[in-house]
């Protein structure tokens, strides 16, 4: 068995969770983690947009936030990093998408409250799950059919 992701619970990290808008919460979502004095390390899952052309588009990601990169004093500021997935109900639309950005927690991270930031993205066509289902239904550019 290969081990990718192991969590650490500590005596100071407590379970949190929360429903926003944003990256921290894959669009209009929810988000749960482990949130400790100056980090907060979660999940989240939502939607990210709706058309009457291509319907819902849904996101799944996973991220991390810390507060003591730029004021170990201050639990305010915080910088984070977060890695997604999303699709919009096809088959072969698939993106993967990672950014970085900014945080400012008005109460602190560890205490309820508003939290405004931007987060600069990189998006990209997850191109495995998408050659995979061209091939299983023989769409892929270098499957073709024996024309008669």
Known sequence: ???LLSLTVTASEITSYGVGLGNSYSGLG???GLLSETEFKYVSTG???????????????????????????TPKHGANIYVGIM?????????????????YFFNGIRNPGKTIG???AIFF??????????????????VSEASE
């Open 47 to 73: 939607v990210l947009g709706y058309s009457s052309f291509s319907g819902k588009t849904y996101g799944f990601g996973m991220g991390w936030m810390k507060t003591n990169l730029f004021d170990s004093n």
């Open 30 to 32: 929810i988000n749960y």
């Open 1 to 3: 068995m290969l081990l």
């Open 125 to 142: 066509w997850l191109s495995i799950l998408n050659i995979i289902n061209y091939i299983r239904d023989n769409k892929f550019p270098c």
């Open 118 to 120: 931007f987060t600069l």
């Open 87 to 103: 699709n919009d109900s096809g088959k072969y639309n698939n993106t993967a998408y990672i950014g970085a950005g900014y945080l």
